[in-house]
């Protein structure tokens, strides 16, 4: 289900809760906005979180230590992320106005705080000599279970150019996924699928994709389309890289066509 939530009196924009609404992603995940010289800090007894920034300038502070961390914008440059443990205060303060996402879920476990800096994120390309350059796109692992196995968590951005499709060949997984969206106009569009559903996405809108459902994604010509991409982690059966490709559209992953 897609939808462009408005931001609240506390400057949140809910995308999804555990208790509440899109509760089958099984996250709290929402983007706050950050005025210069404000700050949130971040106490969970119960869960896990990562604090991303998408835009601004901001100090983020933790086990006595204090990173400083800009982003001119999602288009410009990678991200800063930190990611803790429960039972872990951290904090974020704006030197400028500022946004970040959030993205929280219950764990148990312990781990060491990891303060992720643009160098530690990994960016792939793919699609580029594939079906004619037309879903060729940059994606950046933040983490995952590889780097790390002990979160519920994975969190990752696509950088998708005008005019052609990500997340594709089409295909699903069992695990919940959320998509937030950023356009480099105001006015951008795309198309998000949810399995036979289809949607019109916009700038700082998200889509919640039901498990199992194919979930490919296209940008109109002339709008550079940007999403974060967020799963949870289900239990004996974390995410890993794992993509069942629809089964009418299999041809496309073992075709030797390219340009």
Same mark, same amino acid.
């Given at each position: 289900?897609? +939808? #462009?939530?408005? $931001? #609240? ?5 809910i995308l999804?809760? +555990?208790?509440?609404k899109?509760?089958? *992603?099984? *996250? ?10 404000? =700050?949130?800090?971040?106490?969970e ?5 990562a604090v ?6 901001? &100090? !983020?502070?933790f086990?006595?230590?204090l990173? #400083? ?5 999602? !288009?410009?440059?990678?991200? %800063? ?29 312990? !781990?060491?705080?990891?303060?992720y800096?643009?160098? *530690? ?12 350059g ?7 692992? &933040?983490?995952? $279970?590889?780097?790390?196995p002990?979160s ?7 950088f998708? =150019? ?5 997340? %594709?060949?089409?295909?699903?997984h ?6 937030? %969206?950023? !356009?480099? =106009? ?25 498990? *199992?459902?194919?979930?490919q ?5 002339? %709008?550079?389309? $940007? ?11 974390p ?17 030797? $066509?390219?340009?």
């Amino acid at each position: 289900m897609y +939808e #462009n939530p408005e $931001y #609240n009196e506390r400057g949140e924009k809910i995308l999804c809760e +555990e208790t509440g609404k899109n509760s089958h *992603m099984l *996250m709290d995940v929402r983007v706050q906005k950050l005025a210069a010289g404000q =700050k949130i800090q971040i106490l969970e007894q119960e869960k896990e979180t990562a604090v991303m920034l998408l835009a601004g300038k901001v &100090v !983020f502070a933790f086990e006595g230590r204090l990173e #400083n961390a800009g982003r001119r914008s999602v !288009f410009r440059d990678k991200p %800063y992320c930190l990611h803790c443990c429960r039972g872990k205060e951290i904090s974020v303060t704006a030197v400028e106005d500022s946004r970040v996402l959030i993205q929280q879920t219950k764990n148990s476990g312990t !781990f060491d705080t990891v303060f992720y800096t643009p160098e *530690m994120c990994t960016l792939q390309e793919f699609g580029k000599e594939q079906w004619e350059g037309t879903a060729h796109r940059q994606v950046l692992t &933040v983490f995952d $279970y590889e780097n790390a196995p002990y979160s519920n968590m994975v969190m990752g951005e696509v950088f998708h =150019k005008p005019g052609c499709w990500s997340s %594709y060949p089409p295909h699903y997984h069992p695990q919940p996924e959320l998509y937030y %969206y950023e !356009f480099d =106009k105001p006015q951008g569009f795309g198309v998000g699928f949810d399995g036979e559903q289809c949607f019109k996405v916009g700038d700082q809108g998200c889509l919640a994709i039901t498990p *199992m459902h194919p979930h490919q994604q296209a940008a109109a010509p002339g %709008y550079r389309m $940007y999403y974060v991409w967020l799963i949870r982690h289900l239990e004996g059966a974390p995410w890993r890289k794992t993509r069942i490709v629809d089964p009418e559209h299999e041809w496309l992953d073992h075709s030797d $066509y390219q340009v």
